[in-house]
């Protein structure tokens, strides 16, 4: 037998992966499992990314073995979960590369269970995809405490095949959405899985079901309509088309604007296992409440401060390009992780992660750490302070176009273009908001120089008593 094969056997046989780095696998190592843990939901983990050929389960160790049917899957299951750690009942469960290659399957209980769960859910997953009503869902959001952008639908209902078009729109006093995939057995696929999910942590209840329509006519490509096939459509004035007549009656009037405002959370796709709906619910977010401490590498804090109010910070003293950034809360920590993992700042990609500590904590009275912790939890600079405040509308990822506000009468838009130009960024447009002179947006020569600009100039003394307050802004100029 290879050295790369795991012979599947009892826990009691079993040694466990040697730890360390390991090279790319169709094997993936699972962590951190809840004691309570079935099959299915560890299956249910890969199968938004390919075929699960295998199962090893060491409930004992809290850990399984998981292997895909190519390498390809293993490799965009562990890259996503890399950056969307999967959090099963409220704990966070962490997956690596095994140093196996595959596993072999012998005839003991555990592993005939095992084995009965990919069954089922291999064959749940085909019978149930053979017809569809039709191509198009209705989706209803209950619980509404965070608003749901259409790309953030998007981006959850993508997972389960190529969604042509989509519309939102309020009804009812309920906000709904309209999304058309490319073929039935897709809309099935996404409503056995998402149905009955939340977006988010308690709230954002999504309830789907087949339309009656079998087609979506959009007009407009905006914030509230989009038709993927066709990326020459204007943007109106964004108010989504109802050309279909059957659409037209259905909604009347009441087809109003969505909500406007928070870019939330990048969303983790389909976590919860398919075709088995008794199986416990695998919450969307990817931060338990509770955790709110981030890892962040080559990361100025003052960014994460977009997203949400930087609580506490400490550098490592070990390794001082990295940094522990403790937000106000799990949502915060996750807005400011999902939005800047990866954007290049000076040069390097910022890297962020979910850490194993709950809390930074301060250094106690007497042992100074070489001012090495900082603590933020009082500062006047935090956005959201203040519950319900308007900064909570406007998070917007990383861009290239900042938006500016709190400019005094005295300031002139050549004033405020040398300033950003002095930090050596590139200033591409600059225009003033035509009621409102307070405000501005400036366009930088890259997202890399606006991210530099925000830490360099948001607060920056403007005279009068004014200061300069800059984020990201949805717009271009």
């Given at each position: 037998m290879s050295s790369n094969n795991i012979i599947i056997s009892s826990d009691k046989k079993f040694k466990g992966d040697i730890r360390g780095p390991s090279l790319p696998s169709r094997v993936i190592h699972i962590r951190k499992l809840p004691s309570d843990i079935t099959e299915a939901e560890v299956i249910s983990l890969g199968l938004p990314f390919g075929d699960v050929t295998n199962l090893l389960m060491l409930k004992a160790k809290n850990q399984a073995f998981l292997e895909m049917n190519s390498e390809e899957a293993a490799q965009n299951m562990v890259g996503y979960y890399s950056t969307m750690m999967p959090v099963i009942r409220h704990q966070p469960v962490y997956l690596q590369f095994s140093n196996h290659k595959e596993l072999k399957t012998d005839n003991s209980p555990n592993q005939e269970r095992a084995q009965a769960a990919l069954r089922a859910l291999s064959s749940s997953h085909v019978d149930t995809l053979m017809a569809a009503p039709s191509t198009v869902l209705r989706v209803v959001v209950e619980n509404l405490l965070y608003p749901v952008t259409l790309d953030a639908l998007c981006q959850i209902f993508s997972k389960f095949g190529t969604v042509l078009r989509i519309i939102i729109f309020t009804k009812n006093n309920q906000f709904q959405a309209l999304l058309q995939f490319s073929d039935g057995s897709s809309a099935q696929a996404a409503k056995l899985t998402l149905d009955g999910q939340n977006i988010y942590n308690g709230c954002c209840t999504l309830r789907i079901s087949f339309s009656k329509l079998t087609s979506l006519n959009v007009k407009y490509n905006n914030e509230k309509s989009r038709d993927f096939t066709r990326p020459d459509l204007p943007s109106g004035d964004s108010q989504p088309a109802l050309e279909h007549p059957a659409m037209?009656?259905?909604?009347?009037?009441?087809?109003?604007?969505?909500?406007?405002?928070?870019?939330?959370?990048?969303?983790?796709?389909?976590?919860?296992?398919?075709?088995?709906?008794?199986?416990?619910?695998?919450?969307?977010?990817?931060?338990?409440?509770?955790?709110?401490?981030?890892?962040?590498?080559?990361?100025?804090?003052?960014?994460?401060?977009?997203?949400?109010?930087?609580?506490?910070?400490?550098?490592?003293?070990?390794?001082?390009?990295?940094?522990?950034?403790?937000?106000?809360?799990?949502?915060?920590?996750?807005?400011?992780?999902?939005?800047?993992?990866?954007?290049?700042?000076?040069?390097?990609?910022?890297?962020?992660?979910?850490?194993?500590?709950?809390?930074?904590?301060l250094p106690r009275?007497?042992?100074?750490?070489?001012?090495?912790?900082?603590?933020?939890?009082?500062?006047?600079?935090?956005?959201?302070?203040?519950?319900?405040?308007?900064?909570?509308?406007?998070?917007?990822?990383?861009?290239?176009?900042?938006?500016?506000?709190?400019?005094?009468?005295?300031?002139?838009?050549?004033?405020?273009?040398?300033?950003?130009?002095?930090?050596?960024?590139?200033?591409?447009?600059?225009?003033?908001?035509?009621?409102?002179?307070?405000?501005?947006?400036?366009?930088?020569?890259?997202?890399?120089?606006?991210?530099?600009?925000?830490?360099?100039?948001?607060?920056?003394?403007?005279?009068?008593?004014?200061?300069?307050?800059?984020?990201?802004?949805?717009?271009?100029?």
């Open positions: 037209a009656a259905a909604f009347g009037k009441d087809v109003s604007s969505a909500y406007p405002g928070l870019t939330l959370p990048a969303l983790p796709g389909a976590l919860a296992s398919l075709g088995l709906p008794a199986t416990a619910r695998l919450g969307f977010p990817s931060i338990p409440a509770g955790h709110s401490v981030l890892l962040v590498s080559n990361l100025n804090p003052e960014v994460s401060g977009v997203y949400g109010d930087v609580m506490r910070v400490k550098i490592l003293f070990n390794k001082k390009e990295n940094a522990l950034v403790q937000m106000c809360d799990s949502t915060q920590a996750q807005l400011a992780m999902s939005h800047l993992n990866g954007q290049r700042l000076h040069g390097k990609p910022l890297r962020i992660t979910l850490s194993k500590h709950t809390s930074v904590q009275e007497g042992h100074e750490d070489q001012g090495l912790t900082k603590d933020y939890s009082n500062s006047p600079l935090h956005r959201f302070k203040k519950p319900g405040s308007k900064n909570y509308s406007n998070i917007f990822p990383p861009s290239a176009t900042l938006h500016l506000s709190n400019i005094p009468p005295s300031v002139v838009e050549d004033d405020l273009k040398m300033l950003f130009s002095s930090s050596g960024a590139i200033v591409k447009a600059f225009k003033f908001f035509q009621k409102d002179h307070k405000m501005a947006l400036i366009q930088m020569g890259s997202v890399e120089e606006a991210i530099d600009c925000l830490i360099t100039f948001h607060n920056h003394d403007l005279g009068e008593t004014h200061h300069l307050r800059v984020s990201f802004s949805k717009s271009s100029i």
